[in-house]
């Protein structure tokens, strides 16, 4: 069964330093790979989605995601974090074999302004 | 306004008595998916559906039970055997199903059970 990780479970971090939440996933074959981000009292919003092509995927409010195929890797980057992106990070994968999202446990973003 | 909706936001019941969840979607979407999210776990599947009267476990299905009589609605009753049911129940949609995976899903507010 696919499983995902997302190593950092909450994170500290001052305006204007930049973020890297890693995600690695277990299953080798085809994956659509997604971070979601719940933002306190909010529902869950997709910021990036990756499907095929460029590995590096944009997505909104200034965040990207690498994915590198070799390393079963999705990481999310961010060169310049803001009070505003305090909220919790799911990392998600979908593969061809059971078409739902499976999840990683989350990490929580703190930025300290 | 499209989207997702569930109702309600809150719901408190008491121990030993079955309950009911509501998910209803207008996005015209053929899939539907009930989520448990917990502290520290993520979330966690508990059934899916691609299409009306067809639905499969997914990764925590003990417990709970589902229907999907009509595309827009997916709701999910958590029964007196699941033993922790506490917990915030998210339902989202896909909007194509069948062979296709390049979906992203669409979440709606939750609704937050306890059970006391």
């Known amino acids: 069964a696919q499983s995902v990780s997302q190593h950092n479970h909450h994170v500290i971090l001052s305006e204007a330093a930049s973020l890297e939440l890693g995600c690695n996933y277990s299953?080798?074959?085809?994956?659509?790979l997604f971070w979601y981000v719940q933002y306190p009292g909010q529902h869950l919003q997709l910021l990036l989605k990756?499907?095929?092509?460029?590995?590096l995927v944009k997505g909104i409010k200034g965040f990207e995601a690498e994915f590198i195929k070799s390393k079963f890797s999705f990481n999310l980057r961010k060169p310049s974090v803001q009070w505003s992106d305090t909220a919790e990070y799911f990392c998600?994968?979908?593969?061809?074999?059971?078409?739902?999202?499976?999840f990683g446990s989350g990490t929580r973003l703190q930025v300290q302004p | 306004d499209g989207g997702i909706t569930q109702s309600p936001k809150y719901l408190f019941r008491k121990e030993g008595q079955n309950v009911t969840l509501s998910c209803e979607q207008n996005?015209?979407?053929?899939?539907m998916y009930w989520y448990r999210q917990d502290p520290g776990q993520g979330l966690r599947l508990i059934y899916y559906?691609?299409?009306?009267?067809?639905?499969q476990k997914g990764d925590i299905a003990e417990g709970y039970s589902v229907s999907r009589e009509k595309k827009e609605s997916f709701p999910l009753t958590v029964t007196s055997a699941q033993k922790n049911p506490t917990a915030f129940y998210l339902c989202?949609?896909?909007?194509?199903?069948?062979?296709?995976?390049?979906?992203?899903?669409?979440f709606g507010q939750g609704t937050r059970l306890t059970v006391v």
């Open positions: 299953y080798g074959g085809t994956v659509n």
């Open positions: 998600a994968v979908k593969d061809t074999g059971r078409r739902a999202l499976t």
């Open positions: 990756y499907f095929s092509g460029d590995p």
């Open positions: 559906s691609q299409i009306v009267n067809d639905f």
């Open positions: 996005l015209n979407h053929d899939a």
């Open positions: 989202a949609s896909s909007p194509r199903a069948g062979g296709e995976v390049n979906t992203e899903a669409f």
